[in-house]
C-alpha cells in the first residue's frame, strides 16, 4: 500500500487473503481484491458477501453455474476457461467437504481461510495492481485475516470511526479480534492478528504532525545522551574526566 508523492492516489499491490479497507463518510468498503474461496463464491453469485460466516453455498449449485457458463455465446473460449477453472477448483474443495460431513451444503465457515489462485506456491507472480483517488478525512485499515475474520465490517468500521489515534485504533481491532477468537462467536478463529490504521489528514495537520514527531525524537535522543554522560561522570568521577579532557586537548 503505497501514497503518491502529491497524496492524491494510493496504489494497492495485493496478494493472498490480507486486505485493505477503507472507511470514507462513515461508509466501509473493502478496497483490495482478494485470493480466497470464498472470493470465487461471491464473484459467480454463490454468495452475498463473506459476512454471514454461517451462510452455505451449494454444491449442485456450483455445478449448474458451470453447465451455464459452458453454453454461453456471450464468452469467449479464454473467459470460459478462467471462469471454469475458478469454479471448478471451489467445486473440488467443497466436495472434500461435503464427503466428510455428508452434506450438500457447505457453510462459509468451513472453508474461509482457503488461499486460491496464483498467489501460493508459485514462481514469478504478477500481483493484483488497484489504484483510488484519496480524499482528506479518509481512514484506512491494513489487515490480516485474524482481523477480518474475526470483526465484522460493522465491528471494524465503528473502532475506525472513533475520536482514538490511529495506532490506539490498530491495538483496539487487535484486542477485539483476540476477544472473539477466544468466544463462542461463530466468527471465532484464533489466527494472526495485525492491524494497520492510516489516516488522511490535511496538509497543514500532517505538516505538524512530522514537526512535533521530529521534536519528539530529538527530545528522546537529548535525555538519552545527557543519561548516558550522567552514567559517565558517576562511572569515571570528576578527576578522571578532566584528565581524559586533558589527554584530549594535548592530542589535538
Known amino acids: 500500500m503505497r501514497f503518491t508523492r502529491d497524496g492524491k492516489k494510493l496504489i494497492i499491490g495485493q496478494m493472498g487473503d490480507s486486505r485493505v479497507y477503507r ?3 462513515e461508509k466501509i468498503e473493502r478496497v483490495s ?8 463464491a461471491i464473484k459467480y453469485g454463490l454468495l452475498n458477501s463473506d459476512q454471514d460466516v454461517e451462510a452455505k453455498v451449494n454444491i449442485n449449485d456450483i455445478e449448474e453455474k458451470i453447465k451455464e457458463i459452458s453454453g454461453r455465446n456471450d ?27 455428508n452434506a450438500k451444503q457447505i457453510p462459509v465457515g468451513d472453508f474461509r481461510n482457503i488461499i486460491y489462485g496464483e498467489s ?10 488497484v489504484t483510488y483517488d484519496v480524499k482528506k478525512g479518509d481512514k484506512y485499515l491494513v489487515s490480516c485475516d485474524g482481523i477480518h475474520d474475526n470483526l465484522t465490517d460493522k465491528e471494524i468500521a465503528k473502532i475506525l470511526s472513533n475520536d482514538e489515534t490511529p495506532e490506539e485504533k490498530a491495538k483496539k481491532l487487535v484486542i477485539e479480534s483476540k476477544n472473539t477468537s ?39 535522543a537529548l535525555e538519552a ?8 561522570i558517576n562511572t569515571l568521577g570528576i578527576k578522571e574526566i578532566r584528565s581524559i579532557l586533558k589527554s584530549l586537548t594535548q592530542e589535538r
Open 23 to 25: 472507511l470514507r463518510e
Open 75 to 101: 464468452l469467449s473460449e479464454q473467459e470460459k476457461q478462467k471462469m471454469t477453472k475458478d469454479l471448478s477448483s471451489l467445486l473440488l474443495y467443497l466436495t472434500r467437504i461435503s464427503n466428510k460431513i
Open 182 to 220: 477466544h468466544s463462542e462467536n461463530p466468527r471465532a478463529k484464533e489466527d494472526d492478528m495485525t492491524a494497520i490504521v492510516v489516516e488522511i489528514k490535511d496538509k497543514k495537520e500532517a505538516i505538524k504532525f512530522e514537526r512535533e514527531t521530529h521534536l519528539k525524537k530529538t527530545r528522546e
Open 225 to 232: 545522551d545527557l543519561k548516558a554522560f550522567e552514567t559517565t
Open 120 to 129: 501460493l506456491g508459485q514462481k514469478n507472480v504478477n500481483p493484483h495492481i
Open 33 to 40: 481484491p482478494e485470493d480466497s474461496l470464498v472470493e470465487v
